[in-house]
């Protein structure tokens, strides 16, 4: 299973990015597939997730609104959009999958090794 995040970089407030996670190795129909961050000194957050329970798409409430996630199963890519960024947004950014998994708070089996977002003037 590799899951490869790409897409960050540094970008104004109010700024977009979309960023990417190529994945391989699995079903990517068949597995939930998530995007997590991680600020320096704060405990990684859950943002959005596709269920493999349902196939529906699930957001935190933090970024409900600006964040839209996208799939494509012809790609076995999943993106995550992010529009009107805060710099409240700077974190790493990861993807992850897993085959059971019904929503963020779920331990993902695999993940990527993360892009960095930084959101600054």
């Known amino acids: 299973v590799q899951l490869v995040e790409s897409g960050g970089g540094l970008v104004q407030p109010g700024g977009s990015l979309r960023l990417s996670c190529a994945t391989s190795?699995?079903?990517?129909?068949?597995?939930?597939i998530a995007w997590f961050r991680q600020a320096p000194g704060k405990e990684r957050e859950g943002v959005s997730c596709?269920?493999?329970?349902?196939?529906?798409?699930y957001y935190s409430e933090s970024v409900k609104g600006r964040f839209t996630m996208s799939s494509d199963s012809a790609k076995n890519t999943v993106y995550l959009q992010i529009d009107s960024l805060k710099p409240e947004d700077t974190a790493v950014y990861y993807c992850?999958?897993?085959?059971?998994?019904?929503?963020?708070?779920?331990?993902?089996?695999?993940w990527g090794q993360g892009t960095q977002v930084t959101v600054s003037s």
């Open positions: 992850a999958a897993d085959p059971l998994a019904d929503g963020l708070d779920y331990p993902y089996d695999y």
């Open positions: 190795g699995f079903a990517f129909d068949y597995y939930a």
């Open positions: 596709i269920s493999s329970v349902d196939g529906n798409t």
